[in-house]
């Protein structure tokens, strides 16, 4: 642009152009570096330490917490119940919102309505709907005793069951969050040309042909977008499982972020939590780059 | 034909009416049982309360550590939105704008937050929050979810200060408008909607942010409400009712904000994600 400025001004305008930089990009840069860069890079410092976060990191200790990570019993358990969230974002939850999406992603105002109540847990807060949905589960006083009462069987506490009380937990995720998914596939349906159905429907396809040959594989980028989504809320799930079981009972619900936070954060052990918090970035990495992958092997095509 | 589209229409009725149970379900039972006496909430956890009680309101509602909670979360809230628009606005206007040795490095390295979870550095984050000396204070909350929203919004903005009309920026320059005074004067006042979209984005992390809170504040004055209601529900466990009653009161402001705004929130979350 500037080389299509009218030659006297020029020298002054490049200052101008300079000034804008020094002006407004350092805010950014400042705070950005500050609070996320140098924390990420200080994670990857601390991780070699024994460290309880008073004076200077000193006892070095190599890859020692790591080693303590990944030989604890409960961190795996942790990563199986991550996993736990994301096939079930991915087989229940992402299938449910795409039939939800089908189903009322034309504007009519009932349609309107509906995606509104099936987007309302999303914008609850997390530690709100966990505390919700404690109450519905609970055994005493809750909904569920109500449930048993009614059926005459004796009241049933999924929580506090080391077998149930995670199955609990993926229910109250998937109600929080399928409304999110169900949007961006709606976001997308709303995009499909209108004479691509039609000439569909003149060829004489059904309603599932259509849905299946034409409105899926048009929609293939926002089915993908919300995969990567479910990967990396399944990957810092923490808020929803405090106030249900807090990583309970005997340990067997915590997800990746609730383990850093009893095991790290809680007990100031900041060498061992900044081990956890550098395995969760790699995952998080690993998950970013097979994502651009796809994506580019998708655009290659 | 018509049987089976007659058969189609009332299996999407149930489907809608079904998942509509499943989501409202919860939300109505807790607000129902905010009314209920401690026996009434054992026998009748569905129904409508017999009698409406309405003490556990009032009382939380007299109660000044309440409102105090929600002015923590609103006064974090709102300080983060000018921040963030402030902060990132200008850095993608930069971006979007001029062209400089070394913009495609800056740009991709403030992007980078796109990418992990903030749990990642929460410990070392803790450390240097200590370390300034904003432990426990509302700073130690409002620059570091700041800036972990930062790439996200620096790529709304950036992508959509590029699909502002270039010639606007060619006649401002020729009349001698620089590049700062055209930002504040033109480029701001012609993107509410997507400012309105961003701010609307942040002010609902803040509000329901948990973790940064819980981690970096201590004493109860500073305390947002997520933390005030955590804190509530270990003082009366025993109370179901009561705590219905304050998840009630904490939620409702959001249902509220969310039916007035929710043209922006879902640009922004759906908006957000596609294009990113």
Redesign the interface.
Known sequence: MSASAPSPARRWRLDDRTTAVVLMLPPALLLFTLFVILPLLDAGYYSLFKWNGYGAPSEFVGLDNYAQVLGHGIFWQSVRNSVIVLVVSIVVQMPLALLLALLVYRQTPTNAAFRLVFFLPYILAEIASGLIWSFVFDGNTGVAAGMFAALGMKPFFILADKDWAFFAITVVVVWKYFGFHMMIYIAALQGVPAEMIEAGKIEGAGRWQIVRHILIPQIKPALMVSGFFAVVGSLQLFDVVIPLTNGGPSNSTHTIVTYLYAFGLTRLKVGFGSAVGVILFLAAIVVAVAYQRTLNKEAAR | MNMSAFF?GLG?AV??ML??A??????L??IL?GFKS?GE??????GFPQNWQTEFFSSILSDATFWRFLGNSLFISLVSVVLTL???A??A??FA????FGARW?QA??L??L??????????????V?DLGLLDSYWAVI??Q???G??LS?LLFKTFFEQLP?EL??AA??E?C???RF?WRFTLPLSTPILATVGTFVF?SS??N??LPL?VLNSRELYTW?LG??QF?GEYVVE?NR??AF?TL??LP??AF??AA?KY??AG???G??K?
């Open positions: 189609a999407r489907v809608l998942v509509s499943f989501v409202l379900g919860p939300m039972v807790t049982g401690a909430l054992r026998t009748n956890p569905f402030i902060v990132a200008a850095a206007y930069v704008q001029i062209r400089f800056l390295y403030l980078l937050g990418v992990f979870p903030f749990a990642t550095a929460i410990l070392p984050l803790f450390i240097k200590r620059l570091p700041t800036a972990f930062l790439s620096i270039k920026f060619e320059w020729v001698g620089g590049y700062v930002f609902v509000w329901n948990f973790l981690v997520p209601m955590m529900r179901w705590t219905l998840i904490t939620i959001s249902v969310f039916l929710q929130i879902v979350l759906t908006g994600a596609v990113g």
